[in-house]
């Protein structure tokens, strides 16, 4: 076993800047469903009951006898008091609700917004587009909406102050899109790579018009939670969806901006790069350096991610959902160490689940995880 | 359907499974209504579904054809897939011992996925084969050049490719699709349609039963009228005129290399064959899919009885190499 010689935020702090560690730190990324079920409610009550949902996060690292850090601090959302951050555009099937109860969240990929709506983002920005469409995404009225936004933060807060009595930190105070994510979502994918095809032209003025709202809108409300971090989500971007000359046009110049931007506000941007992006990795070495981690989900081959970003910026991963949830905990700390031999190699790693983990997780396999971490530094 | 524990040896029995592949918007679910709506008894099969974006398969279909249906929810989470496969494969085999089981993708879905599912130790000698058709929305051919690996991914996937909506095309872009995706993909079976309307033998196809429901010689005819029969709802729709069929009878054998020559050298439009062959020696019948030609010994009526169905193509010009293959 290693001699632990850091504190959990020191260790976290040291693998995103590549600096020397003690062993490799451990952070999963945590929704409340696998917690929720191995406490025994139903994903309904985790989505309605935010107490015992984050609850149930706080009693699953309590019984491991804790980790490093979160990628996220729980599931609320980092909201500014602005009318424009409640009027979200694209709708999520909760269950209970949309859903049986026994089912985990899912997004609702519908068609929200049409190609009629690009004239108004280009002219408005993506804030003023969605106040002027804000009955047709939110009817609710404004005061109760910005109320809603006001809660969200303070159970953020709430959330990270949770961590932080329990000596460690989440890497994100907020998380955001790229423009394509975003689009292709409330497009559909279907129809936004209709539009890459037919008028690609005007579809990059549509995520040029929204990226400085996208921006300012993260820094804001990382800044308001207090903890100097932004997830990225862009799952539909890499190559498994997109050749590179389509990434290079509509996906790579807005992260860079996006990521450059939130440097230069000193924000570590974690990419939460869902799906393959082995093809696209040589374009992160273009990203400021100790300033990003790339955290992959399984799908991108995670060594020839290190040989390409070792010594520019932090990978974290990748624990497979499919490994946690089928596997045996011999295969899982088998992997676990192989994560640590190889990508752990000179530090700048993070060991994670693989997106996030999953609902079927087994606790047996989940522990192991954990504890590779805190067992097993060959280096 | 219900849980059977009563029939033990029903547990014995392997599963086929059908996967239904294609990206969003191709035509999987209505290709997945006309299979279920295509037997007349379809208590034997489970459906499971991975829903993304999409409308999905009517319940109340499946409440009328006396099916199971599962639905998995990981569909914008395809990190969960594999898994959320798995467990769903063993319990419905576990649970209903079902003979077919047909399995409608995300439009998302990784094929390796599911190819990785169904390979799992669980699963071992609970499964008797695995067919993917791949729907592909012919429109979307011309973009291919920006779509990523999923696409690709997907159309190698495919042992039977319908492609699909081809109706939405000019007529003359069909026949240069259909000729680039053959030359990409040689080895898969190609089928325009539209609406997914497909001969049903193609995807029930069982080949290990094939000789023994071989029933008498008029059978054949009655079978591909039915795919006449649903070319000719097609055109009632707007540009669906396409649709060729036309049929070739002749008492005289044909020579073997001649005519197996003839079969090779046709065009991509022509992509369904079906009937007996008399060669000198014997007869043949003839099951021919977009390139790929299956023989069984026909033990009935000596005869030459085929039946071909394509694309814009005339009757003259496709039969026109075959008759010096008459002897």
């Known amino acids: ?379 | 359907m219900q849980p059977d524990n009563s029939l033990a040896d029903k547990s014995e029995a392997k599963a086929d499974v059908i996967v239904v592949s294609g990206f969003l918007g191709a035509g999987k679910t209505t290709l997945m209504k006309r299979l279920l709506s295509s037997r007349p008894d379809m208590s034997d099969t489970v459906v499971i579904v991975n829903e993304f974006g999409e409308i999905g398969i009517d319940a109340s279909l499946l409440e009328d054809e006396n099916t199971e249906m599962v639905e998995l929810t990981s569909g914008c989470i395809c990190c969960t897939l594999l898994t959320d496969l798995t467990l769903a494969l063993n319990k419905v085999i576990d649970r209903f011992h079902p003979r077919w089981i047909l399995i409608e993708a995300s439009g998302v879905a990784d094929p390796r996925n599911i190819m990785a599912a169904l390979s799992q130790d669980s699963l071992t000698g609970k499964l008797a084969g695995c067919r993917t058709i791949t729907v592909l929305d012919a429109d979307c051919w011309e973009m291919r050049s920006i779509f990523g690996d999923l696409f690709r991914l997907q159309l190698q996937a495919a042992d039977l490719l319908l492609m699909n909506k081809v109706d939405l095309l000019p007529p003359e872009k069909v026949r240069t699709c259909l000729r680039e995706i053959r030359s990409a993909l040689p080895r898969t079976q190609i089928v325009p349609t539209i609406h997914c309307h497909i001969d049903q033998d193609l995807i029930w196809f069982q080949p290990e039963t094939w000789g023994a429901e071989i029933g008498p010689a008029d059978r054949l005819p009655v079978t591909l009228n039915r795919y006449a029969e649903l070319h000719e709802h097609d055109r009632d729709e707007p540009a669906a005129g396409h649709f060729v069929t036309f049929s070739f009878q002749e008492d005289r054998p044909v020579d073997e290399g001649c005519f197996k020559r003839f079969l090779e050298a046709l065009p991509a439009e022509v992509f369904r064959v079906k009937g007996t062959v008399r060669f000198p020696d014997r007869t043949m019948l003839l099951n021919f899919v977009a390139g790929r030609a299956e023989w069984r010994p026909w033990p009935g009526e000596p005869v030459n009885r085929l039946v071909f169905v394509g694309w814009e193509t005339t009757e003259e010009n496709t039969l026109e190499p075959l008759r010096p293959c008459l002897a």
């Open chain 1, 1 to 379: 076993m290693p001699q632990e010689t850091m504190t959990k935020m020191e260790r976290m702090e040291a693998a995103i800047k590549l600096e020397p560690l003690d062993r490799i730190p451990c952070a999963p990324l945590m929704d409340v469903y696998f917690p929720a079920k191995y406490k025994g409610f139903s994903p309904a009550r985790a989505v309605k009951d935010w107490k015992a949902g984050f609850g149930a996060i706080v009693d699953v690292f309590d019984e491991v006898g804790g980790w490093d850090g979160m990628i996220l601090p729980g599931y609320s959302y980092a909201l500014t008091p602005n009318l424009y951050a409640g009027i979200t555009v694209g709708k999520n099937l909760i269950p209970g609700l949309d859903l049986n109860g026994e089912t985990t969240l899912q997004f609702d990929e519908k068609e929200v917004l049409t190609r009629d709506d690009y004239d108004d983002i280009i002219n408005l920005g993506w804030n003023g587009f969605r106040l002027k469409h804000k009955d047709r995404f939110n009817p609710a009225d404004e005061e109760a909406i910005i109320k809603w936004t006001r809660s969200q933060m303070n159970k953020y807060k709430y959330e990270l102050q949770t961590w932080r009595d329990r000596g460690l930190r989440s890497l994100c105070g907020t998380i955001t899109q790229s423009p394509l994510m975003f689009l292709s979502t409330t497009r559909t994918l279907l129809e936004i790579t209709k539009d890459i095809y037919r008028i690609p032209d005007k579809l990059e003025a549509v995520m040029e018009a929204m990226l400085d709202d996208l921006i300012q809108e993260a820094v804001e409300s990382a800044k308001m939670s207090g903890e100097p971090g932004v997830m990225l989500v862009m799952e539909r971007g890499g190559c498994f969806y997109y050749p590179l000359h389509i990434y290079e046009r509509f996906e790579y110049p807005h992260m860079k901006k996006m990521v450059e931007a939130f440097a230069a506000e000193g924000l570590i941007t974690v990419m939460h790069l869902d799906q393959d992006y082995t093809k696209n990795a040589p374009y992160f070495l273009d990203l400021p350096a100790k300033m990003v981690v790339a955290e992959l989900d399984g799908s991108t081959d995670i060594f020839k991610a290190k040989e390409i970003l070792k010594g520019h910026i932090c990978i974290a991963g990748d624990v497979p959902a499919a490994l946690l949830s089928l596997g045996t905990p011999e295969e899982v700390e088998a992997y676990c160490r192989k994560l640590i031999d190889v990508v752990g190699e000179g530090g700048g790693f993070i060991l994670s689940t693989g997106c996030t983990c999953p609902v079927e997780c087994k606790m047996e396999n989940f522990r192991v995880m954990i504890d590779t971490a805190k067992n097993y530094y060959p280096h």
